[in-house]
């Protein structure tokens, strides 16, 4: 009989957005699934996500071309294996949500697209403007309803559990300590297959459009356990995010800007045109970098998307719920602008995976956000990331399938003999504070050398800090989100330095220029 310490089951799944669910649901009727997520499980970056999911569905366009803007946006670094993979899957992973019953939107000609920047077509399927949250709804439901999925809400993880911390020679992943926020006590699931889908790193920038979740758990852990991780200097800022004093991280769809939009200064200048031929449609990092360049050069706050052209009606239609949390909060979009700020968004690169999804240690895979699969390059293409966590979702499901059946070994209990409750939690918050800041401050849209060097110096002073904290006292939500920040944080400012030129989403004011030939960078732990 097993102790109470310790859970069993055939795979364990870390995150509960769109690549998490997807995979789960695939091996549902097949494998005992653990879906593990550390607030509820309909708290994820999918719910947020507002425009839609990109894939050829209409004649008029083509793979070729899906392909050739996923290309154009990644500056030289997608891998044009993976993009081929991803993007000649659409149609199929549209259809595998549509038989869950996703309901997207439809006109008279049968289900609407529109377009977002960097798309040369219409092929962005969506339900009005809150995709991921009629589709993170509609899985959540099935997940909840199967008989083999256990969910595991409120609980986070501490670390994973390897072959190498067990003293073994084959280093698999067998499982992670996982704490129960409400026991508030940690506890040991086992299994052969574990999947990280946790998301990204959103939060360690001070403004961001991620969830309160996203602190880089799951590439963090995966850097301790010993995976690589790849190209993580590339973090997408929306250029889009309500500057509103009551409203956090409300996240303007480029949808908007896809239908039409204007950005324009306070006095109502339209700017983009003089920044880039595409002007609002062009790719998210150039719109970025051109309201950063115009904030800073006006001294403002904020600017301003300009919607009041398209009338209220088509307004009320195809952004209801941009439309009512505005009016909500006293803007009328019809009548006047919205006032937007770029925000950090979407981590591009992630933990180093192949086209199975499968990490450099066997047993373990990554998907969605935490992973780096080579489809996002230097610069995420507009809604090709939910493309991503369903395509990828399958392949694992095909790969974990095959595999022969493992029996874990005997996994020891978490060890708390030598720690104490914390004395000072007030040390957790004020670094989290400051490292936030500072990284928006120095690792943010535009960066220089000495920017870089001064963030690093305050990380290996967190680190420290940390290190001792969580050597000394009782794990607990907070330390072990600070923990996995200040260790993403220090992978984003590492690989930062290591790129001599600007390239896609990183900006450098000392290395402007492209150099020749496009490389990834690729960090290793035995490199340290």
């Known amino acids: 009989m097993a102790l109470e310490y310790l859970k069993r089951f055939d795979v364990l799944v870390f995150g509960s957005g769109l690549a998490g669910q997807a995979v789960a649901l695939r091996l549902a009727d097949t494998h005992r699934v653990a879906l593990v997520t550390k607030r509820a499980i309909d708290d994820s970056a999918t719910a947020r996500a507002q425009g839609g999911i990109a894939a050829v569905l209409d004649d008029a366009d083509s793979i070729e071309a899906h ?17 081929r993979f991803v993007v000649e899957h659409g149609r199929e992973a549209i259809e595998w949500l549509i038989d869950q019953g996703v309901p997207f939107t439809r006109d008279e000609s049968g289900y609407h697209l529109t377009r977002e920047g960097g798309h040369s077509h219409r092929r962005v399927i969506h339900v009005a403007d809150a995709t991921g949250a009629a589709v ?18 409120r609980h986070i993880v501490v670390d994973l559990i390897t072959g190498k911390k067990l003293g073994l020679k084959d280093n698999r992943c067998w499982g992670a300590y996982v704490l129960d926020l409400d026991g508030d006590r940690v506890v040991t699931l086992a299994a052969a297959n574990t999947v990280i889908a946790t998301g990204g790193t959103g939060k360690v920038y001070l403004y961001t459009t991620s969830p309160d979740t996203a602190t880089g758990d799951g590439i963090a852990m995966a850097w301790r356990a010993g995976c690589q991780v790849e190209n993580m200097e590339f973090i997408q800022f929306h250029p889009t995010c309500l500057y509103h004093p009551n409203a956090k991280s409300f996240l303007i769809t480029e949808a908007m800007r896809g239908e039409g939009g204007i950005l324009r200064l306070k006095d109502g200048t339209r700017f983009m045109p003089s920044h880039d031929p595409r002007a609002e449609l062009a790719p998210r990092d150039i719109v970025a970098r051109a309201i950063d360049f115009e904030m800073k050069r006006h001294g403002l706050d904020c600017v301003f998307l300009d919607m009041t052209h398209k009338g209220e009606g088509f307004l009320r239609e195809h952004f209801p719920n941009i439309y009512a949390r505005c009016k909500e909060l006293g803007i009328d979009i019809a009548k006047e602008p919205i006032p937007v700020v770029p925000a950090a968004h979407y981590t591009c690169g992630g933990i180093k995976v192949d086209q199975r999804a499968r990490t450099g240690i066997p047993g373990l895979y990554a998907l969605g956000e935490a992973a780096c699969t080579g489809l996002h390059g230097a610069n995420r293409l507009a809604s090709n990331s939910l493309l991503e966590c369903i ?6 499901a095909a790969d974990i399938k095959i595999q022969q ?10 060890d708390e003999s030598r720690v104490t409750d914390a004395d000072e939690e007030v040390v957790i918050s004020h670094n989290w504070d400051e490292l936030r800041r500072f990284m928006w401050d120095y690792v943010g849209i535009v960066r220089t050398t000495k920017r870089l060097e001064r963030a690093m110096n305050r990380i290996r002073l967190l680190e420290r800090e ?4 969580y050597a000394n006292f009782r794990v607990s939500n907070d330390l072990i989100e600070l923990r996995n920040l200040v260790q993403t944080a220090h992978l984003i400012v590492r690989s930062a330095r290591r790129r ?12 402007p220029d492209l150099l020749p030939k496009a490389r990834s960078t690729v960090l290793s732990p035995s490199s340290n």
Do not use: M
């Open 67 to 83: 392909i050739q803007d996923t290309l154009t946006a990644g500056a030289g670094l997608c891998d044009p294996v993976a993009t």
């Open 391 to 396: 395509v990828y979702a399958e392949a694992a």
């Open 500 to 511: 001599k030129e600007s390239r896609g989403l990183h900006y450098s004011r000392d290395f």
């Open 405 to 414: 059946p493992a029996e874990p070994p005997r996994l020891p209990r978490w």
């Open 466 to 469: 940390i290190d001792d904290y």
């Open 136 to 153: 993170q709804q509609t899985l959540t439901d099935k997940v909840r309803r199967h008989a083999n999925i256990t969910v595991l809400e």
